[in-house]
């Protein structure tokens, strides 16, 4: 989105260090390395201080930059802003792009949000113009840089709420200001941090509350703690459920699944009954599928555009991604997050997957802040993958040793290890990677698949 700095400066309150008023940026982005020409460079304070790579972003095009410590890099024809806090001036941009996007669409729940942002994108982009946030953008940083980020034109943007502590949702429903609003289930993700799904169901609750009485909650039928967030909304209510006999708006009437785990489905909608077709999924992707159908809906689209949204959605990176190698077997890439609800619908799709003469294999890491219930919870994952008849499992991270008697210390020799566990990789087997982010085990996909990573 274009915006001059008087825009940024008097959306900020910031003190322009240097420039000129009418000049002006298109976007903006925190990583220097993903600069480029006419860009802000928003430097913020983690691990490692973004305020050192200024030099860096100007040197790759951008226009300009906001600072803290209101020195000036010397870099001709840039502008400067100074601000008290970069990442609250970031926030202050995203409301600033806000009030020029007509409708923003946000999704929360413990699992799904990313696959059902995908979907829903693809669908309404192709009734209007559609920003939507990259992978799954969905924290302080990732969600006013989807708004900022929209292009010029954007009538809808989607956008994800992800939630590590209460009142999380409730900040992201404040600056995106959605008009429809999605929860897609309440689980077992951040348990640690919450202490129950009760508590969890409260916060993704503050989604619904901050829709006005003209706004849509699209509310999942089919889990209880979510179908109660009705009672908590002025806004239109509308369900969705993959359960075919259970009642709602929109809801999976058939369904069928094939090898390579494309699912063809019926939809019945407030605009018909849709015959749908996804790519790369999963049993559980129904319920994303209907999320996503019953959001387009209420924005317009059309029963031909949930059809052809649903079937060309370009899902993001390790997210039930099925690749084939040149041997012949296939990598279930599962591996950007899990908790125990995403790890059972995983699993279930890769025991379905394999070949008559395939086997069954797994790289699974831990699942992450799930506090006291973290240790059960990871022997019931090893009751899992035993009782689906997994061939071999190596296991990787925290609690690795509950999970499976094949430990390895990083993604790399947990690789190495199921490759010689199994004698080989050899058609028709099928490998499903999995685990919390932190674990990084999308890094082992590369050697699972025999791709060369070498310069």
Same mark, same amino acid.
């Given at each position: 989105?274009?915006?001059?700095?008087?825009?940024?400066?008097?959306?900020?309150?910031?003190?322009?260090?240097?420039?000129?008023?009418?000049?002006?940026?298109?976007?903006?982005?925190?990583?220097?390395?993903?600069?480029?020409?006419?860009?802000?460079?928003?430097?913020?304070?983690?691990?490692?201080?973004?305020?050192?790579?200024?030099?860096?972003?100007?040197?790759?095009?951008?226009?300009?930059?906001?600072?803290?410590?209101?020195?000036?890099?010397?870099?001709?024809?840039?502008?400067?802003?100074?601000?008290?806090?970069?990442?609250?001036?970031?926030?202050?941009?995203?409301?600033?792009?806000?009030?020029?996007? #007509?409708?923003?669409?946000?999704?929360?729940?413990?699992?799904?949000?990313?696959?059902?942002?995908?979907?829903?994108?693809?669908?309404?982009?192709?009734?209007?113009?559609?920003?939507?946030?990259?992978?799954?953008?969905?924290?302080?940083?990732?969600?006013?840089?989807?708004?900022?980020?929209?292009?010029?034109?954007?009538?809808?943007?989607?956008?994800?709420?992800?939630?590590?502590?209460?009142?999380?949702?409730?900040?992201?429903?404040?600056?995106?200001?959605?008009?429809?609003?999605?929860?897609?289930?309440?689980?077992?993700?951040?348990?640690?941090?919450?202490?129950?799904?009760?508590?969890?169901?409260?916060?993704?609750?503050?989604?619904?509350?901050?829709?006005?009485?003209?706004?849509?909650?699209?509310?999942?039928?089919?889990?209880?703690?979510?179908?109660?967030?009705?009672?908590?909304?002025?806004?239109?209510?509308?369900?969705?459920?993959?359960?075919?006999?259970?009642?709602?708006?929109?809801?999976?009437?058939?369904?069928?699944?094939?090898?390579?785990?494309?699912?063809?489905?019926?939809?019945?909608?407030?605009?018909?009954?849709?015959?749908?077709?996804?790519?790369?999924?999963?049993?559980?992707?129904?319920?994303?599928?209907?999320?996503?159908?019953?959001?387009?809906?209420?924005?317009?689209?059309?029963?031909?555009?949930?059809?052809?949204?649903?079937?060309?959605?370009?899902?993001?990176?390790?997210?039930?991604?099925?690749?084939?190698?040149?041997?012949?077997?296939?990598?279930?890439?599962?591996?950007?997050?899990?908790?125990?609800?995403?790890?059972?619908?995983?699993?279930?799709?890769?025991?379905?997957?394999?070949?008559?003469?395939?086997?069954?294999?797994?790289?699974?890491?831990?699942?992450?802040?799930?506090?006291?219930?973290?240790?059960?919870?990871?022997?019931?994952?090893?009751?899992?993958?035993?009782?689906?008849?997994?061939?071999?499992?190596?296991?990787?991270?925290?609690?690795?040793?509950?999970?499976?008697?094949?430990?390895?210390?990083?993604?790399?020799?947990?690789?190495?290890?199921?490759?010689?566990?199994?004698?080989?990789?050899? #058609?028709?087997?099928?490998?499903?990677?999995?685990?919390?982010?932190?674990?990084?085990?999308?890094?082992?996909?590369?050697?699972?698949?025999?791709?060369?990573?070498? #310069?």
């Amino acid at each position: 989105m274009r915006m001059t700095v008087a825009d940024a400066v008097a959306a900020t309150g910031g003190t322009l260090l240097r420039g000129d008023r009418g000049d002006a940026f298109t976007d903006a982005t925190q990583d220097s390395r993903r600069v480029v020409p006419g860009m802000l460079f928003i430097p913020i304070k983690g691990d490692r201080d973004g305020h050192d790579f200024v030099a860096a972003a100007l040197d790759a095009g951008a226009a300009g930059y906001l600072t803290e410590r209101g020195d000036v890099a010397a870099a001709q024809g840039t502008f400067a802003i100074g601000v008290g806090d970069t990442l609250t001036a970031l926030a202050d941009l995203g409301r600033l792009a806000r009030e020029r996007i #007509p409708d923003v669409a946000a999704i929360t729940g413990s699992a799904g949000k990313t696959t059902t942002k995908d979907f829903l994108a693809a669908i309404v982009s192709r009734v209007a113009v559609t920003g939507v946030a990259p992978g799954s953008h969905n924290n302080e940083i990732g969600m006013p840089l989807t708004l900022v980020n929209a292009p010029d034109a954007a009538r809808i943007v989607v956008s994800e709420i992800g939630a590590r502590s209460p009142g999380d949702v409730r900040w992201g429903a404040e600056l995106v200001q959605p008009t429809v609003g999605v929860v897609t289930n309440v689980g077992s993700a951040h348990l640690g941090v919450f202490g129950s799904r009760e508590a969890i169901a409260r916060t993704k609750g503050e989604l619904v509350e901050a829709l006005d009485v003209d706004g849509v909650a699209v509310l999942n039928a089919d889990d209880a703690l979510v179908a109660e967030m009705a009672a908590r909304t002025r806004a239109r209510v509308v369900t969705f459920s993959a359960d075919g006999d259970r009642a709602a708006d929109v809801s999976v009437a058939a369904s069928r699944f094939a090898p390579d785990l494309s699912a063809e489905f019926v939809l019945e909608t407030p605009v018909g009954r849709i015959e749908c077709e996804t790519h790369g999924a999963g049993p559980h992707i129904l319920s994303c599928a209907a999320g996503a159908a019953a959001a387009a809906i209420a924005l317009g689209a059309s029963a031909d555009d949930v059809a052809a949204g649903l079937v060309g959605t370009e899902r993001s990176a390790h997210r039930m991604q099925l690749h084939a190698s040149a041997g012949g077997w296939r990598v279930l890439d599962d591996a950007y997050n899990a908790n125990p609800e995403s790890m059972a619908a995983a699993l279930a799709s890769a025991a379905g997957v394999a070949g008559a003469d395939g086997r069954t294999l797994a790289l699974l890491g831990h699942m992450a802040e799930l506090g006291p219930a973290a240790a059960d919870a990871h022997r019931a994952l090893a009751d899992l993958h035993r009782g689906h008849g997994f061939d071999v499992v190596v296991s990787v991270g925290e609690h690795a040793e509950l999970v499976s008697d094949n430990v390895a210390r990083d993604p790399a020799e947990a690789a190495e290890l199921l490759r010689r566990l199994a004698g080989g990789f050899r #058609p028709g087997d099928v490998i499903v990677v999995k685990a919390s982010r932190v674990v990084g085990l999308e890094a082992a996909v590369p050697a699972l698949l025999e791709i060369r990573t070498d #310069p």
